[in-house]
């Protein structure tokens, strides 16, 4: 912690020098294409120092962590998008009922009387379905999804030392 503050992973640290935290900031920000060739190349520094501040500040660790964060910001960006957009079109098809209902409620009865059936059952249909679906369509996804998306957490008080901990064993594979 930094004045009371917690450092979030991504951000440099208290005992990281400006130099070093470049060069993790180039690294972090490769994305899926980042490697420490990339950062030396790009830094013209040597790959033993780069390699060195990678190991001594955990740069891959921090990286997982950045990477969790940004998609689950992503994630709730998505989320929050959806939901705007099936209110709109609930909002639409719910105008679109009022406005079939209101015209209904105006026509005569011979005009009613000169609607089929089917024209009727359609009007009402057509409007029903689009707002439920749009009301509902997180619900009617789930039950037509052939698979699911799980996002992990890690525990509350799982630091990095821990992370590194359990790589480190499953890289050296289960005990015979």
């Not at 060195?52 to 990477?67: I, K, M, N, T, Y």
Request: charged share 30%.
């Amino acid at each position: 912690m930094a004045n009371g503050k917690k450092i979030q992973a991504w951000e440099r640290r208290t005992n990281e020098s400006a130099e070093a935290f470049e060069a993790f900031a180039i690294y972090r920000d490769l994305g899926v294409d980042r490697n420490l060739i990339k950062v030396w190349q790009k830094l013209g520094k040597s790959h033993t120092l780069i390699e060195r501040w990678s190991r001594r500040h955990d740069w891959v660790l921090r990286c997982v962590e950045a990477d969790r964060f940004m998609d689950n910001q992503r994630l709730k960006a998505l989320i929050r998008g959806t939901v705007a957009m099936r209110e709109r079109q609930a909002n639409i098809a719910a105008r679109i009922s009022q406005r079939i209902a209101d015209r209904v409620g105006r026509m005569t009865n011979k005009q009613i009387d000169a609607l089929s059936p089917q024209e009727i059952a359609t009007l009402l249909r057509v409007s029903t379905d689009v707002e439920t679906k749009a009301r509902a369509a997180d619900i009617l996804e789930q039950m037509e999804t052939p698979f699911s998306v799980h996002i992990h957490t890690y525990a509350p008080g799982q630091e990095p030392e821990q992370m590194r901990e359990l790589m480190e064993m499953s890289s050296k594979g289960a005990p015979s």
